[in-house]
Structure formats: C-alpha cells, structure tokens
C-alpha cells in the first residue's frame, strides 16, 4: 500500500511566522505534489516537484515555497504566513500514468 | 487548458436511493479521468479512473462512472447509496506532467 504522511493534522501560527508543512513518502515515487483545499474552489496547485532539488509552480504558488532535498521528503514553506492562508493542506505522490495519492492533510489557521 | 465542473454542489439522497454525481471536462484529447472521495476530516481517496478502453469503470464501494466522449463526461453512479457515503466527491482530469485538474466537488448528505 502507498503511504503519504503529513507531520501535522491541524497547525495553528499567528501571521507572520515562518511555516513549515512536511510530506514524506515511503515508496521510491519521483512525483510529489502540495495542494491547497478551499470551501467551493476544491484543490489548487500549489508546486510540485518530479524529482530532487526539481520543482516547479502550480497554479498559486504566491506566498509559498518547496524544498525537496530527499527523494521522499518534500516541504511547503509559508515564508510570512497570512490569514488568507488558513486552508487545508494536502500532499499527494503520483505513481504512473497520472494516478495521484493523497495524504491525510494538515488543516492550518493563521491568526 | 483542462478544465473540471461539477454542476452540483450539494446533493441529498435517501438511504438506499441510487446517486448520480455528474462531471464535465474540458480538454483536447482522450482524458484520463478520476474521482475521488473524501470523508469529514481526511484526504482523498481514489475511488475509480478511466484512461483508455471500456467506457464503463467499476471502482471501489460499489461505484461506477461512464465515459461519454460526446458530452465531455464522466458521471459517477451507485445504485443504492449507505449512510457512510456522505463525503465529498471530486472528479479531476490528467493534465501535463502527471498533474490533475480539480472540479470544486459536490457534497453529498445521506438521509436515514
């Protein structure tokens, strides 16, 4: 079975803090991604990254950034995290052919 | 671009009633399509895809979805619907780079 974790399941920080969301996998997969979840808009892109140190943007990557140093390690990073940041987290890896796995989520609330 | 929309965004049905939850995509060639379901409080789960041969996909849970290239959808049905169905529905279409491409999800509510 493909397990994807998230370090955290609900995250509160005041704005402005530096945050840090963590996804690990445990399978060899070259293709993570972070998504963002919001009431009625369903999952936005956010990066994602088809291999170490290789990244690129998705459709809203303003306001964070990716670090994948390990093959099954990849974190989003809110440099100055914003109210309008509050949302649901959630990691995926792809296995062949577009088919995506997902991750528990991490439900942040910026204050 | 690809683009997904579910046309419902909510939907109630009775405990035993079937259930039709309809997506509409947008894109060039043969898509590969998926729905996933996600309860209260968790992440996805992939409940059926479609990306080439019979247009009608058997999926987890007792769900289905049919392909119909000339209305550019792909509706996810089940025949009689349990109380632990209620969750939330997204369809999602392939795009470049093993990317997928979100509806905005319907939510369905069963009712005893």
């Known amino acids: 079975d493909v397990k994807v974790t998230q370090s955290s399941r609900y995250l509160v920080k005041r704005t402005g803090e530096k945050v840090f969301l963590e996804c690990v996998q445990d399978?060899?997969?070259?293709?993570m991604f972070w998504y963002r979840q919001d009431p009625g808009l369903g999952l936005r892109l956010i990066y994602f990254?088809?291999?170490?140190?290789?990244?690129e943007k998705g459709d809203i990557p303003e306001g964070y950034s990716v670090s994948r140093e390990k093959k099954e390690r990849f974190s989003l990073i809110l440099e100055s995290a914003s109210t309008n940041q509050t949302s649901m987290y959630l990691c995926?890896?792809?296995?062949?052919?577009?088919?995506?796995?997902f991750g528990p989520g991490t439900r942040l609330t910026v204050t | 671009a690809q683009s997904v929309t579910q046309p419902d965004i909510h939907i109630t049905v009775s405990e035993g009633a079937s259930l039709e939850l309809r997506c509409n995509y947008s894109y060039g060639a043969t898509p590969y399509l998926f729905w996933y379901v996600q309860s209260p409080g968790q992440g996805l789960q992939l409940l059926l895809k479609?990306?080439?041969?019979?247009?009608l996909v058997q999926g987890i849970k007792g769900f289905e979805a049919e392909f119909k290239r000339s209305q550019s959808s792909f509706n996810l049905r089940k025949p009689s619907v349990h109380w632990s169905d209620a969750a939330e529905y997204f369809c999602?279409?392939?795009?470049?780079?093993?990317?997928?491409?979100f509806g905005a999800g319907t939510t369905v509510t069963v009712r005893a």
């Open positions: 999602a279409v392939g795009a470049s780079r093993y990317k997928l491409s």
């Open positions: 990254s088809y291999d170490v140190k290789m990244k």
């Open positions: 399978m060899d997969h070259e293709n």
């Open positions: 995926a890896i792809a296995l062949s052919s577009y088919e995506q796995y």
């Open positions: 479609y990306f080439s041969g019979d247009t």
